[in-house]
């Protein structure tokens, strides 16, 4: 049974920085793709951050370029998204995806991921 618990969400001014963590169980994230996406009240899912083949390719929302950092820790088999410069329009619920169904296309499709899981809340006041 594969699970993906976030964890690290929570409120913070504008400019501040989180970072959330994404830990997985019956699955691998050396051999897998994994993402971040996230969900704002009344607004469609949509893609933050993906990483693949190993953690040594990523991919970001150009929203979130330059101020987000996704990354992986294999021995802990953890996905982390680093959150920095925080604005009030990154509030949202965060979630974490893992396991391309099939390559290539856009990494930001949502069917693409076979888990997810159950989401943190990132609330970001000015």
């Known amino acids: 049974q594969v699970q993906l618990v976030e964890s690290g969400g929570g409120s913070v001014q504008t400019g501040g920085s989180l970072r959330l963590s994404c830990a997985a169980s019956?699955?691998?994230?050396?051999?897998?793709?994994a993402a971040w996406f996230r969900q704002a009240p009344g607004k469609e899912r949509e893609g933050v951050a993906a990483?693949?083949?190993?953690?040594?390719?990523?991919d970001y929302a150009d929203s979130v370029k330059g101020r987000f950092t996704i990354s992986q820790d294999n021995a802990k088999n953890t996905v982390y998204l680093q959150m920095n410069s925080l604005k009030p329009e990154d509030t949202a619920m965060y979630y974490c995806?893992?396991?391309?169904?099939?390559?290539?296309?856009?990494?930001?499709?949502?069917?693409?991921?076979?888990?997810w899981g159950q989401g943190t809340q990132v609330t970001v006041s000015s």
């Open positions: 995806a893992a396991r391309c169904q099939w390559y290539g296309g856009s990494w930001s499709d949502i069917g693409k991921y076979k888990y």
């Open positions: 019956g699955i691998t994230y050396s051999t897998n793709c």
């Open positions: 990483i693949y083949t190993g953690g040594s390719s990523t």
